[in-house]
C-alpha cells in the first residue's frame, strides 16, 4: 500500500507522534491517483535525476524514486528525518537532505548525483507559505533543471502561466516565462490533503527554452523594467517609470524618446505589454538605467 494511502498516512503519523506544523506549509497528500499523474506530467525515467523540495513523509518521493534514477529531497523539519529513513528505506536511490531549500547550495549538492551528468528535473508539492521565492531561488541558482512539474496555489500557477491582458498577468509570469514555458497540467481539489489546505491547489509544469525567449542586453534591468511597469497596475506605463525613474525634464526627455523608439504607447498599462515588447522597452530604456 502507497505511503499516500489515507490510512496508511495516518498510520504513519501516529506511529511517529507526528503533529503538522502550519508554519511550514504541512498538508500532506493522500491520493494515490493524483501523485500517479504528477510523475506521469513529469515525464521521469531511469535517465533523469529528480531533485525534490519538502518530501513531508514520502508520498511523493516513493512514485518517484519508483521511476527516476536518483531523487535528492530537501526536507527542512528535522522532525521528518527519521519518519523518511523509515518509510523510504527499501529505496537505495534516494538521499534525504535537512536542509531549508533556501540556504541550499544547490550547485553542490547535484555534484553528488552518481551521475551528475543526467539532466535534473524538479517535482515538487511545495509549502504555498513561499512558492515564489523556492521557484525564483531555483532559477537563480543556474542549474540547468529541464523542467518544474510542481503543485502549488491554483492562484499562483495562474499567475505564473498569465498571458497579457489579463488580471492573472505580472513581473512573476515574465520572471518564468522568459527561460521557461509554463502551462496549468491539471487542478487538485483541497480535500485530498491532511489537513486539507485553505486554497485549492494546481500542478504546473514548466519546461525550460532551449533558448531565453528574448534577448536583451541586461537581464537585471530587463526584469527591473517589466517590475516597474507593474508597480501600480491600474496607472499607465508612463505613470509608472516616470515615478521609479523621477520626474525631472531630463526623464521625461529621455522617456519620450525611448517609448517612441521602441514604438509603445506612454498611456498603455504593463499589462498589455508581451514579453517581446518589454524586451525591447528594456533596451531603449537603457540610458536611464
Ligand atoms: N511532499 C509531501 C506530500 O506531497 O505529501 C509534503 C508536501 S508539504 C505541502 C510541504 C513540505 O515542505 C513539508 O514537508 C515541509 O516541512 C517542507 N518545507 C517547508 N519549508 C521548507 C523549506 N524552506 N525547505 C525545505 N522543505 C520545506
Redesign the pocket.
Known amino acids: 500500500m502507497p505511503i499516500?494511502d489515507y490510512r496508511v498516512t495516518k498510520a504513519i503519523l501516529e506511529r511517529h507522534g507526528f503533529s503538522f506544523?502550519k508554519s511550514?506549509?504541512?498538508?500532506?497528500?493522500?491520493d494515490s491517483n493524483i501523485?500517479h499523474k504528477i510523475v506521469e506530467t513529469a515525464e521521469i525515467d531511469r535517465d533523469v535525476n529528480v531533485i525534490?523540495?519538502?518530501?513531508?513523509?514520502?508520498?511523493?518521493?516513493e512514485f518517484i524514486a519508483e521511476k527516476a534514477a536518483e531523487v535528492m529531497a530537501?526536507?527542512?523539519?528535522e522532525r521528518?528525518i527519521p519518519i523518511l529513513a523509515d518509510t523510504l528505506s527499501e529505496f537505495d536511490n534516494v538521499t534525504v537532505v535537512n536542509?531549508?531549500?533556501?540556504?541550499?547550495d544547490l550547485q553542490t549538492h547535484i555534484r553528488k548525483f552518481n551521475n551528475p551528468d543526467l539532466p535534473i528535473k524538479v517535482v515538487?508539492?511545495?509549502?504555498?507559505?513561499?512558492t515564489t521565492p523556492?521557484l525564483m531561488h531555483l532559477i537563480a541558482s543556474k542549474v540547468p533543471f529541464t523542467s518544474f512539474v510542481v503543485?502549488m496555489q491554483k492562484e499562483v500557477a495562474d499567475r505564473i502561466s498569465a498571458v497579457p491582458n489579463t488580471k492573472a498577468y505580472g513581473s512573476l509570469s515574465i520572471a518564468v516565462q522568459y527561460d521557461m514555458t509554463a502551462q496549468v497540467a491539471f487542478i487538485v481539489p483541497r480535500t485530498v490533503?491532511v489537513p486539507a489546505p485553505n486554497v485549492d491547489s494546481a500542478i504546473l509544469k514548466m519546461v525550460r527554452r532551449p533558448a531565453p525567449l528574448v534577448t536583451v542586453s541586461d537581464e537585471d534591468f530587463f526584469f527591473k523594467v517589466t517590475k516597474l511597469a507593474f508597480v501600480h497596475r491600474r496607472k499607465t506605463l508612463w505613470n509608472n517609470l516616470q515615478a521609479a525613474f523621477g520626474k525631472t525634464e531630463e526623464v521625461r526627455q529621455q522617456l519620450t524618446n525611448s517609448l517612441a523608439i521602441a514604438g509603445i504607447s506612454p498611456q498603455i498599462r504593463g499589462e498589455s505589454l508581451s514579453i517581446a515588447e518589454f524586451a525591447t522597452l528594456a533596451e531603449a530604456l537603457l540610458p536611464l538605467k
Open positions: 499516500a506544523k511550514l506549509g504541512q498538508n500532506f497528500l493522500t501523485l525534490e523540495i519538502g518530501p513531508g513523509i514520502g508520498a511523493l518521493t530537501f526536507e527542512i523539519d521528518l536542509e531549508d531549500i533556501l540556504k541550499a515538487a508539492n511545495l509549502p504555498y507559505y513561499i523556492i503543485m490533503f
